[in-house]
Nanobody
Framework: QVQLVESGGGLVQAGDSLRLSCAAS????????MGWFRRAPGKEREFVAA????????VYSDSVEGRFAISRDNAKSTVHLEMNGLKPEDTARYYC????????????????????WGQGTQVTVSS
């Protein structure tokens, strides 16, 4: 049974930093592109960042480029999202997702490509 468990969310002030983690089990982690998505109240779920199987290719949404950093540890089956310079508009529930991809350098941004999802962790940024 595949499980993705996010942690690290919380209530912070604008300008603060948070580090989200996602622990994966029940899958061959290195065979999956890992992504982070978020859903703010009243909005659609949106892409935040994704990292290729090898970790060599990374893509960010324009809204977080330069502030957030995604990384993965295939030996520990974990993916992280380092969030710096947080803004109130970053307030959302953040989800980790896994996409089974055969190519090592591919990164997927469409949520519809992802096979497995975690339950999410809430990030609230006060002004």
């Amino acid at each position: 049974q595949v499980q993705l468990v996010e942690s690290g969310g919380g209530l912070v002030q604008a300008g603060d930093s948070l580090r989200l983690s996602c622990a994966a089990s029940g899958l061959t982690f290195s065979m999956y592109v890992m992504g982070w998505f978020r859903r703010a109240p009243g909005k659609e779920r949106e892409f935040v960042a994704a990292i290729s199987r090898s970790g060599e290719k990374i893509v960010y949404s324009d809204s977080v480029e330069g502030r957030f950093a995604i990384s993965r540890d295939n030996a520990k089956s974990t993916v992280h999202l380092e969030m710096n310079g947080l803004k109130p508009e970053d307030t959302a529930r953040y989800y980790c997702a896994a996409d089974r991809i055969s190519l090592s350098q591919v990164v997927t941004q469409s949520q519809f490509s992802y096979d497995y999802w975690g339950q999410g962790t809430q990030v609230t940024v006060s002004s």
